[in-house]
Nanobody, 118 residues
Framework: QVQLVESGGGLVQAGGSLRLSCAASGSIFRISAMGWYRQAPGKQRDLVASITAGGSTNYADSVQGRFTISRDNAKNTVYLQMNSLKPEDTDVYYC????????????WGQGTQVTVSS
């Protein structure tokens, strides 16, 4: 069983920065793909950024150049550094672990609120 615990959300002014962290329990972190998603009330959950076990990254167009995803396998932790934040980045951010070995499975954190004021 995998548990994901997010931290680092909060309230920040436009143009500011936040760093989200997600700590994973269990032994499959280093072989798993990790991602950050965000979701507004009543809307679908969208991918923000992802990182493979090998370190390859992918970003949504809306955050490219402003956000950076990284991982520390020694700490079983994935990070999302968010710079130049905009009011439209306001959402609940969710950490995701995708188990890439059988049985394939998605695990989700509880979510952390990010609010960017104008």
């Amino acid at each position: 069983q995998v548990q994901l615990v997010e931290s680092g959300g909060g309230l920040v002014q436009a143009g500011g920065s936040l760093r989200l962290s997600c700590a994973a329990s269990g032994s499959i972190f280093r072989i798993s793909a990790m991602g950050w998603y965000r979701q507004a009330p009543g809307k679908q959950r969208d991918l923000v950024a992802s990182i493979t076990a090998g370190g390859s990254t992918n970003y949504a167009d809306s955050v490219q150049g402003r956000f950076t995803i990284s991982r520390d396998n020694a700490k079983n932790t994935v990070y999302l550094q968010m710079n130049s934040l905009k009011p439209e980045d306001t959402d609940v951010y969710y950490c995701n672990l995708y188990r890439t070995v059988v049985p394939f499975h998605d695990y989700w954190g509880q979510g952390t609120q990010v609010t960017v004021s104008s």
